[in-house]
């Protein structure tokens, strides 16, 4: 178990903050997954803003999990991380976005790390709540983590524990939180 350090997360939490322009607070949303990630036992980061190869998807962050026990060992070898920086919900066109990204990628399994989360009502299955819940009928799960919780995070156990319930209640309950 490694600490996170609550010195460099503010200091991410100001760039995502305070960056001149949109893209240089997305930027800094993707440094902070980065750190969160990449202090997680066997993760590395392996590729940042690239694009497909016809040039239409791109993707944020894509790390390699090595898979140790301690780790993120119950998730796949790569995992695809989206990343959303916005002063309001990520709408059902942005995570149905994502999960065709996955999807012509082969990958059943994303993160969405969306500031303010995402449309909808969970208890309902309302906006972006349905569009997950229609992708774990087929098979994609993608988890939504919020700054909100990761504002709650001390340690990488924290951020497995999370991703762990949040699997759990996805595929129970087709709820996020």
Not at 10 to 37: M, P, R, S, V
Not at 41 to 59: D, H, K, T, V, Y
Not at 112 to 140: C, E, F, P, S, V
Request: net charge neutral; with cysteine.
């Amino acid at each position: 178990m490694a600490n996170y350090s609550q010195k460099i997360l503010a200091g991410h939490f100001h760039n995502c903050d305070n960056g001149a322009t949109n893209q240089i607070k997305g930027a800094a949303f993707e440094d902070l997954a980065c750190y969160l990630f990449q202090t997680i036992p066997g993760i590395s980061i392996a590729l940042r803003n690239q694009m497909n190869a016809f040039n239409n998807e791109e993707i944020d962050v894509a790390v390699w999990n090595d898979k140790p026990i301690r780790g993120l060992h119950f998730l796949p070898n790569i995992l695809l991380i989206e990343c959303k920086n916005w002063s309001k919900p990520v709408s059902s066109v942005e995570v149905a976005w994502f999960c065709q990204k996955l999807q012509s990628r082969g990958q059943d399994f994303g993160i969405l790390i969306a500031n303010m989360g995402i449309t909808g009502d969970q208890a309902d299955l309302t906006a972006a709540h349905y569009t997950l819940a229609i992708h774990l009928a087929q098979k994609r799960t993608v988890i939504v983590i919020t700054r909100a919780e990761i504002d709650a995070l001390k340690t990488t156990n924290d951020m497995i524990k999370l991703i762990k319930e949040k699997m759990c209640l996805l595929a129970v309950g087709g709820r996020i939180a």
